[in-house]
């Protein structure tokens, strides 16, 4: 039990951090200063008599630590994983984030146990957990902007036949819908505001988002303003496309949620059995871990639950 102290210091550490990063999203998202910081063209002023707040604080020390990695290859990167994730940071800022969790835990962790090898593995298991977190928060944005493009579709083609011109309809749909896809549309509609051709913006954005779905949106667009044609028939055409492939995907989940339902069971069962054995029988059961053949075996399982977890999923993951 006493492994547990810097295992949960650790993760409230994390939980902070995260806390602390998308607490801001809302607020930082339509910033113009943000959107134009990392060019070092505009930056905002404390005026006078003002006192800066400790979270203004944190995020421009986390911002001057950043300048230096701002405009590497690896950083930016990692910034186009984070804007399809919708976290309002630059690729920079994370890995700052990144190290400063991982030094926080790593330094708690030694701090109550004295144990060096598992600060080092906590300190191990910090970006790891980053990364999880990043994927998750890409895939459900994703998702949620897939579900209402086709709703938006129907909206920019009801409003071209009312007489509006594209750039109008995305105005449009930047208020009138939920984020993400309002945001996302909002930014296209500052892009082109700002001089962006619209063709590049409508490009940036497809590179920020990274649907498939919307790709198909972008190339019909960008080929109607090319050759002409009724751009309003053409959305409702991919319109019901997407609405049908969503639909698809609805009923392909249904149908495989046994098979997820049994992989989440594979990877959690032995770990709910070993915490039985634990509490009830714990000399008995630490005699695995003291035993060279009971580690190796302990080894041997989490390798073939992980190995198992991923095969179920890649059989039940059926592209549409």
């Given at each position: 039990?006493?492994?547990?102290?810097?295992?949960?210091?650790?993760?409230?550490?994390?939980?902070?951090?995260?806390?602390?990063?998308?607490?801001?999203?809302?607020?930082?998202?339509?910033?113009?200063?943000?959107?134009?910081?990392?060019?070092?063209?505009?930056?905002?002023?404390?005026?006078?008599?003002?006192?800066?707040?400790?979270?203004?604080?944190?995020?421009?020390?986390?911002?001057?630590?950043?300048?230096?990695?701002?405009?590497?290859?690896?950083?930016?990167?990692?910034?186009?994983?984070?804007?399809?994730?919708?976290?309002?940071?630059l690729g920079g800022e994370f890995i700052v984030l990144n190290l400063l969790t991982m030094t926080l835990a790593g330094f708690l962790t030694w701090f109550i146990t004295l144990d060096s090898s598992l600060a080092g593995g906590v300190v191990i298991l910090v970006p790891v957990a980053f990364w999880i977190v990043l994927i998750v928060l890409k895939a459900r944005?994703?998702?949620?902007?897939?579900?209402?493009?086709?709703?938006?579709?129907?909206?920019?083609?009801?409003?071209?036949?009312?007489?509006?011109?594209?750039?109008?309809?995305?105005?449009?749909?930047?208020?009138?819908?939920?984020?993400?896809?309002?945001?996302?549309?909002?930014?296209?509609?500052?892009?082109?505001?700002?001089?962006?051709?619209?063709?590049?913006?409508?490009?940036?954005?497809?590179?920020?988002?990274?649907?498939?779905?919307?790709?198909?949106?972008?190339?019909?667009?960008?080929?109607?303003?090319?050759?002409?044609?009724?751009?309003?028939?053409?959305?409702?055409?991919?319109?019901?496309?997407?609405?049908?492939?969503?639909?698809?995907?609805?009923?392909?989940?249904?149908?495989?949620?046994?098979?997820?339902?049994?992989?989440?069971?594979?990877?959690?069962?032995?770990?709910?059995?070993?915490?039985?054995?634990?509490?009830?029988?714990?000399?008995?059961?630490?005699?695995?871990?003291?035993?060279?053949?009971?580690?190796?075996?302990?080894?041997?399982?989490?390798?073939?639950?992980?190995?198992?977890?991923?095969?179920?999923?890649?059989?039940?993951?059926v592209e549409v």
């Amino acid at each position: 039990m006493f492994i547990l102290i810097p295992l949960a210091a650790s993760f409230m550490t994390f939980v902070f951090v995260i806390t602390l990063t998308l607490a801001i999203k809302n607020k930082r998202s339509s910033d113009m200063f943000y959107r134009m910081r990392r060019h070092a063209i505009i930056r905002k002023s404390v005026k006078p008599g003002e006192v800066e707040d400790v979270k203004t604080r944190a995020l421009r020390f986390i911002k001057e630590l950043a300048k230096p990695l701002v405009e590497k290859n690896f950083a930016q990167s990692i910034e186009e994983r984070l804007n399809q994730a919708g976290i309002p940071l630059l690729g920079g800022e994370f890995i700052v984030l990144n190290l400063l969790t991982m030094t926080l835990a790593g330094f708690l962790t030694w701090f109550i146990t004295l144990d060096s090898s598992l600060a080092g593995g906590v300190v191990i298991l910090v970006p790891v957990a980053f990364w999880i977190v990043l994927i998750v928060l890409k895939a459900r944005r994703l998702s949620s902007f897939t579900e209402q493009l086709g709703d938006c579709l129907i909206t920019i083609s009801n409003a071209l036949r009312a007489g509006y011109s594209f750039q109008q309809t995305i105005e449009v749909i930047s208020k009138e819908m939920e984020p993400p896809i309002g945001s996302e549309f909002a930014m296209i509609n500052h892009e082109v505001v700002m001089g962006v051709p619209l063709e590049e913006a409508l490009e940036n954005a497809n590179k920020r988002i990274g649907s498939s779905d919307f790709q198909l949106v972008v190339t019909a667009v960008l080929i109607q303003r090319e050759v002409g044609g009724n751009l309003a028939q053409v959305l409702d055409n991919i319109s019901y496309t997407i609405v049908e492939r969503i639909r698809m995907r609805r009923e392909i989940v249904a149908l495989t949620s046994q098979g997820r339902m049994s992989a989440f069971v594979l990877l959690g069962l032995p770990f709910a059995a070993g915490f039985a054995m634990f509490t009830l029988n714990r000399n008995n059961f630490m005699l695995i871990f003291e035993d060279p053949m009971g580690q190796m075996a302990v080894a041997a399982g989490i390798i073939m639950e992980i190995i198992g977890y991923f095969v179920i999923m890649k059989i039940v993951d059926v592209e549409v």
